[in-house]
């Protein structure tokens, strides 16, 4: 059976992280359970627990106020570019007012009733918390870590990789791939020793996690060579007259063969590569490895959905190596030939079956031998 996925099972398990699974929700419930037990092993009085409790309740509900209105502070000098116009627009933006202030009210007056016995009064109480919740404001420490704006960026699907991938998917590969085997079937008619692996007529996508690609693919391993192109489709895109897509046929050496493929690198990836070269984009070397690979999962989600493209490409995404290795590429590139090939036979109840396996019916009603020699 041909498995019918335009990538391997599992190339690229080590190199593409999978989309986090809320794990640190699951965390905070844990700890939460823990955090209770050990206050109530602890022995205090509960109306002392009680009165903590809503005192520090009452003093990140004040921090999320103040931090609500030291950025309306901001917003209220970009009403009519950002908001609007509106007043409460740019309110709503910056803080869940119903709610906080509900929680403050009830959290606020369950601690004024139980702070019968306490010699400090309420507004000291609020001052603190006041002071200590500006201070963090002021020092910037209420910023979200790394880990956190990673999983916003990846949650809300705005980070840069996920806008490339879509971007490159709607126009160019929903173009090129449905009309892909067309055009191997037409050059396999006129050269049917080139390409008589049906299971590699896909194109091949090559996403270097460096993001470093060559435009010329002959310079980049010698090993790789142009053999010719394939019929291109012409549209009318955006504007554009008889725009062209085409792409390429190239013949890998193998010791001493060639084998036939439509190989090319995923071009967005030049546009990471040079944000990262660009001081003006703020994208450092880290950013860069991380949106490439998005950028591949993200891909990957959209051509495994696209039932259009099923069977026409291939994703081969890779890590160069330190060490300068001259024939790197066209390895990979044949790696994942030989695996298309061997993703043709799969094992079927203990026997190895194949899409090129048929039934060898006799004429005869006798019983035959199984042995060949035997005829």
Not at 26 to 40: D, E, F, I, K, M
Not at 223 to 252: C, F, S
Not at 258 to 277: D, G, I, K, N
Not at 324 to 346: G, K, M, V
Request: hydrophobic letters at 40%; proline letters at 4%; charged letters at 25%.
């Amino acid at each position: 059976m041909a498995h019918e996925s335009g990538t391997p099972r599992n190339p690229a398990t080590p190199l593409i992280p999978k989309a986090r699974e809320g794990r640190a929700q699951h965390a905070a419930y844990v700890l939460l359970a823990l955090c209770a037990a050990a206050l109530y092993l602890a022995g205090e009085p509960v109306v002392h627990i009680a009165r903590s409790f809503t005192s520090h309740f009452v003093a990140l509900q004040i921090g999320a106020l103040l931090k609500g209105i030291c950025y309306l502070v901001e917003e209220i000098f970009h009403l009519e570019t950002r908001h609007r116009g509106s007043f409460r627009r740019a309110l709503s933006a910056c803080l869940h007012l119903r709610w906080h202030v509900t929680l403050l009210l009830v959290c606020g007056s369950a601690y004024v009733a139980l702070l019968d016995g306490d010699e400090q009064p309420l507004g000291l109480h609020l001052g603190l918390a006041c002071l200590c919740q500006l201070l963090i404001l002021a020092l910037g420490l209420h910023k979200p870590s790394a880990v956190e704006i990673s999983e916003m960026s990846e949650r809300s699907k705005q980070n840069v990789a996920h806008g490339l991938a879509w971007s490159y998917y709607v126009g160019y590969l929903k173009i090129v791939l449905p009309r892909l085997k067309e055009s191997m079937e037409n050059i396999g008619r006129t050269n049917p020793n080139m390409l008589a692996h049906k299971e590699t007529w896909k194109l091949h996508i090559l996403v270097p996690l460096s993001c470093n690609i060559c435009d010329d693919l002959e310079k980049a391993d010698s090993n790789i060579q142009y053999a010719m192109d394939l019929p291109e489709t012409t549209l009318t895109r955006a504007g554009t007259k008889k725009r062209v897509y085409r792409n390429t046929l190239y013949k890998i050496k193998d010791e001493d063969k060639f084998r036939f493929c439509v190989v090319e690198y995923a071009t967005p990836l030049q546009s990471l590569y040079a944000m990262s070269q660009d001081e003006c984009a703020a994208f450092s070397r880290e950013d860069r490895i991380e949106q490439a690979k998005l950028f591949y999962r993200t891909l990957e989600e959209i051509l495994q959905s696209a039932k259009e493209c099923a069977g026409t490409y291939r994703l081969i995404v890779y890590e160069e190596s330190g060490e300068a290795e001259t024939h790197f590429l066209s390895r990979e590139i044949l790696r994942h030939l030989q695996q298309q090939r061997q993703e043709e036979y799969t094992v079927c109840d203990g026997t190895l079956c194949s899409t090129d396996l048929s039934l060898q019916i006799s004429e005869s009603d006798l019983p035959q031998p199984l042995r060949s020699d035997c005829l």
